[in-house]
């Protein structure tokens, strides 16, 4: 792969999921899925190059099934610092006996991520880049403005797709309608900032971030993207191809 701030693991759960052998019922099951991949979640730790701990969110910003894969459930946990968000792990089950995840860097500098069990996972660099976004209008002066600001330049100015692993076809995802998050609280020298997604059925593959940034003479968006999946995907921007993974 061309770009180190994502890995895939594939994590053996035998011991947990023997729990689940006198399970009743499709909603239980659920229940103690969540349980287990919230377990696996809280069981890493992440640190900025600052060696300050980033802060996990115990909540799911997203829970997603995925029948096209044959993946029973999924969840996406990420971990903020000044509410900004900085590191991400989609977690997913195809049989509740072995759980997948993906960690995803979502800081501009390198990061640190370590596991209870011995693990650990250090890129050499940050996960995103963020550009200013050009002719875009300015930020508008309430949340509720942004937020119909932030919808609709991702609506009618990005897209992204994605090359199928079965068969190397390109295929055009579709744009989440509501942001996984929305920055709270709002970082230094920002005015807002939400983090979308595109994805393949309900399963997240691409994440835009956006932010209105106080400037000098005003404010300004810039927006950043990155990968939620290690299979290689391409951001577009005003129909062009500005980024890939």
Not at 26 to 50: C, G, I, P, W
Not at 122 to 147: E, H, M, T
Not at 161 to 184: D, F, S, T
Not at 210 to 227: D, V
Request: hydrophobic share 40%; with cysteine.
């Amino acid at each position: 792969m061309k770009y180190s701030a994502v890995l895939w693991v594939l994590l053996c759960c035998a011991s947990l999921c023997a729990q689940e052998t006198a399970v009743d019922g499709a909603d239980e099951k659920v229940k103690q899925r969540h349980a287990r991949m919230l377990e696996l979640a809280k069981s890493y730790t992440f640190t900025a190059e600052s060696k300050t701990q980033i802060q996990l969110r115990e909540t799911p910003i997203f829970a997603w099934s995925t029948p096209e894969r044959q993946a029973l459930g999924g969840e996406l946990f990420l971990w903020t610092l000044e509410g900004r968000p900085l590191a991400t792990i989609g977690i997913w089950t195809y049989d509740d006996i072995k759980d997948s995840h993906e960690l995803q860097s979502l800081s501009v500098e390198p990061l640190r991520a370590t596991s209870q069990t011995g693990f650990s996972w250090r890129p050499s660099a940050g996960g995103l880049v963020f550009n200013k976004l050009d002719g875009a209008p300015p930020p508008g002066n309430s949340a509720i403005r942004r937020q119909a600001q932030m919808r609709a330049l991702l609506r009618e100015r990005f897209s992204a797709e994605m090359i199928k692993r079965e068969n190397g076809q390109l295929e055009k995802l579709r744009l989440l309608p509501q942001p996984l998050y929305r920055y709270e609280p709002l970082p230094a020298g920002v005015e807002d900032g939400a983090m979308f997604a595109f994805a393949m059925g309900t399963d997240p593959e691409v994440f835009v971030l956006l932010e209105a940034r106080k400037e000098a003479n005003g404010s300004a968006w810039y927006y950043a993207f990155a990968p939620s999946t290690s299979v290689e995907v391409h951001g577009m921007l005003d129909a062009r191809q500005v980024w890939d993974n």
